[in-house]
């Protein structure tokens, strides 16, 4: 039986090592496969009890038990990114990231101390964005459910669900006393990438674009955005990044490409300390590391260093707009306006497993063009501003499918913007 046992168990280890796609892990840092082993073996001991002693053992539902199993020893990781997402959610992963999918629009994270479902940004426009949660505010609980006493993933699918149907979420924010309260209505959420809208300023025309996330087409919108407000003759830009929670890594490094004709963008750093930056050079996207370099992206259109280029972001912007935010900061090719922003910079590598689920582990960090590994501490803005941006909560008056949007020039942020583009005219 035990030698059974051990050989189970090195068969185990070994399925999990060839689980992450040929990956080499380096030796610091990393642990024997004997006292993997010996991690492991308490969680067989757990399984093969159940199987041969368990009351209701004719009900037990394996596939779940290993869910539970790998989300519960993920809590233990010192990091709230790194995330499992079942077989029976990836369909619902999928659909959310092609941009349309029900429930209340925003990205969040798992606060491990606290036990509750953390705001990374409410989308824009978006049932959540309306009712006024922000990003930094922790779902603690869920239509009267404590959110301690489910996993990440089955909060998740709670606060997701049909369009039409209402959830209660209490909520801790900080600086408040009191749990808040937020009765919200799910809908089918259709997710714009990118919007555009134009200011006109007596003698100067601004051009406006909002990137609400960076999904698969967000280059090309953008990129179809700024070309027609050149067309209209602007003379500088407006790039809102607030509640920009992030999205593909490739879309957001082609984003910034728009805007140099020359400079490093952002550069990875793995768990072996090993680097690969992104670059423009003219009108290629160039990856550079210790095999070589290569162009990975032929760009179409640079804008003008001649265009004067605003970034707002605020608490909100993470991972993929720090991103661009950090390029076009430490390149000297915009002022960036608004807030700090989250502080989301490191990289999640999705690993199969056997059973059909993913593995969302961080592998690396990003780091921005200046040497700056902003990961839990975010980007300072050039320019700060106090205030909040006013949100109309009228869905007639908000319909956030469209492509264009009417600018709100009273939004702090917005004439902050305005101030500091006509300074230099």
Do not use: C
């Not at 992030?246 to 952002?266: H, N, P, R």
């Amino acid at each position: 039986m035990k030698k059974d046992k051990k050989n189970f168990l090195k068969f185990l280890v070994v399925a999990i090592i060839s689980m992450a796609l040929g990956w080499t892990l380096s030796a610091a840092g990393k642990v024997s496969d004997d006292k993997l082993i010996k991690y492991l073996t308490p969680i067989y001991e757990s399984l093969n009890a159940i199987n041969n002693y368990y009351y209701e053992r004719d009900k037990v539902d394996y596939e779940k038990l290993v869910d539970h199993a790998i989300e519960g020893m993920l809590s233990g990781l010192p990091d709230k990114f790194t995330h499992y997402v079942s077989p029976e959610m990836l369909e619902d992963e999928e659909i959310e990231m092609s941009g349309e999918y029900g429930g209340l629009g925003m990205e969040v994270a798992w606060d491990g101390e606290m036990k509750a479902v953390e705001i990374v940004a409410p989308m824009y426009g978006t049932p959540a964005w309306r009712a006024g949660l922000k990003s930094g505010d922790r779902i603690v609980e869920i239509d009267g459910n404590p959110v301690s006493d489910m996993t990440f993933m089955e909060a998740v699918k709670r606060l997701r669900g049909k369009p039409g149907t209402k959830v209660v979420l209490k909520v801790y924010r900080e600086g408040v006393k009191d749990l808040l309260t937020f009765e919200i209505v799910r809908e089918k959420i259709q997710i714009v990438a990118v919007r555009e809208g134009l200011i006109d300023q007596g003698n100067a025309k601004i051009g406006y674009v909002k990137i609400t996330k960076f999904m698969d087409k967000t280059y090309s919108e953008l990129r179809d955005a700024v070309k027609d407000l050149l067309d209209k003759g602007v003379e500088a830009l407006i790039i809102d990044l607030r509640d920009n929670p992030g999205g593909y890594l490739d879309q957001a490094i082609e984003t910034a490409g728009l805007f140099l004709d020359k400079g490093i963008i952002v550069s990875v750093k793995d768990f072996e300390g090993e680097e690969e930056v992104y670059k423009v050079s003219g009108n290629n996207i160039v990856k550079v590391n210790k095999y070589g370099s290569r162009i990975i992206f032929r760009k179409d259109l640079t804008v003008s260093r001649d265009i004067d280029v605003v970034v707002l972001v605020n608490r909100g912007s993470a991972s993929g707009s720090e991103i661009l935010t950090g390029a076009l900061k430490d390149n000297k090719r915009a002022i960036v306006v608004g807030q700090r922003t989250f502080g989301k910079g490191s990289v999640q590598s999705g690993l199969t497993l056997s059973n059909g689920g993913i593995l969302y582990l961080t592998t690396a960090h990003y780091i921005t063009p200046s040497g700056r590994d902003i990961h839990g501490k975010g980007i300072d803005p050039d320019v700060i501003v106090k205030g909040e941006e006013k949100r109309e909560t009228k869905k007639k008056v908000l319909d956030y499918t469209k492509n264009t949007i009417e600018v709100n020039t009273d939004d702090p942020y917005i004439k902050k913007a305005i101030e500091v583009l006509l300074k230099g005219k």
